[in-house]
């Protein structure tokens, strides 16, 4: 099974029978949400910004306007954590120190470098779309040369990389069982809503198949 | 009306007109959802972490183990970035360059440092508690000295903040309205899952009307 060579950056150590370093469990985790949190350092600031991320084998992507603080940052080898989180529940205990979340994460490290070359770019931008809505890059316009050339993509090979999970219900201390509280899971669910029509839709155009049964629910 | 101080960390570039400084409107997004990433740097490494966040005024808090090694690098002083996150839905646009999403983000900066005195660092997890679960810390026992040995609560002062915000459908360029591709949002809910009873559960045991009508339903 191939994984990540756990280090002194990525291993889990706490709760670290929590921790996964195999590729597919990482990958699963890494993919179960478009949405990321990416930290990087400026001038010995830590920061840590939301956005939408995709994967290609042991590759990770994430975009925006070339006129971001962000991207600009981090587009000339910067070190970075690209992490993506599920929240799952509140678990509930019979004490307050056994009370936890249940939580899928995956944190991946590696250094963020810019794809320049714009037929690369589109070619990323392409697969972007076709992850999160089949179908939809041959029913919009197509990108022009100036809207590519304000949008950059950023990515980095996977240096290391873990999950952590956590699953199932409360661990209380054996004596504790006997109290007359209510402990259980309090799960949280992430789904999507009914479609908003834009106001200036054209009568007559449907909300399009490609776009039902969209993946990555769980959010 | 009270505010951040936008600076050269925290000030919106990128589409400035989705920041906001006014402490009702960070204080309301950092309150919107238990859960945050925490950014931080250990050996020039950039590390961002899930975690449970609380706030009061404007201090915001969060825990672990005192086994944790995020928890043990932060405390003494570590600069940190704690931001909080809700994706609200994907918006299509009609040319992939104006696909975006709809979020609410806040972004926190400051020095965090440990709660050392136990009697404060217990009434910062009873506080932690009321807030999430009103009526439980009451209903479960108390913790025990170990328990809030082995227990760090770090807290720092908000010394900067902004929150970014997107709302409402697509912006299109005009002569992309006539195209006959659907455009709209699709929304994204979280929302909670029905409560499952602790497998060692004793029967005649209800989930308690305390837990009904939880706060921060919206993740």
């Given amino acids: 099974m191939s994984e990540y060579h756990p280090t002194k950056i ?6 670290h029978e929590r921790g996964h370093y195999d590729h597919e469990t990482v990958h699963a985790v890494l993919d179960s949400s478009p949405f990321c949190h990416v930290a990087y350092v400026i001038d010995g600031q830590p920061y840590t910004t939301p956005t939408l991320k995709w994967r290609v084998g042991s590759t990770l992507f994430w975009h925006g306007s070339s006129a971001s603080k962000m991207l600009r940052n981090q587009k000339s080898g910067a070190r970075v954590c690209l992490t993506v989180t599920h929240f799952d ?3 509930m205990a019979r004490s307050p120190f056994h009370h936890s979340a ?9 250094t963020a470098h810019s794809i320049d070359d714009q037929a690369e770019k589109e070619a990323a931008l392409h697969v972007m779309m076709e992850q999160l809505f089949a179908g939809r890059w041959d029913d919009v316009r197509s990108n022009t040369d100036q809207e590519l050339k304000a949008t950059t993509v950023l ?39 009914t479609p908003i029509d834009d106001d200036r839709l054209a009568s007559g155009i449907e909300y399009p198949d490609y776009l039902k049964g969209l993946p990555g629910t769980s959010l």
Same sequence: chains 1, 2.
């Fill in 10 to 15: 990525s291993k889990v150590k706490r709760a």
């Fill in 89 to 91: 529940g509140y678990v």
């Fill in 102 to 110: 249940n939580y899928r994460s995956a944190m991946a490290f590696g």
């Fill in 155 to 193: 990515c980095m090979e996977i240096e290391e990389a873990a999950a952590k999970i956590r699953t199932g219900g409360p661990i209380d201390d054996e004596e504790d069982y006997d109290l007359g509280c209510w402990a259980g899971v309090i799960p949280i669910v992430a789904t999507f809503g």
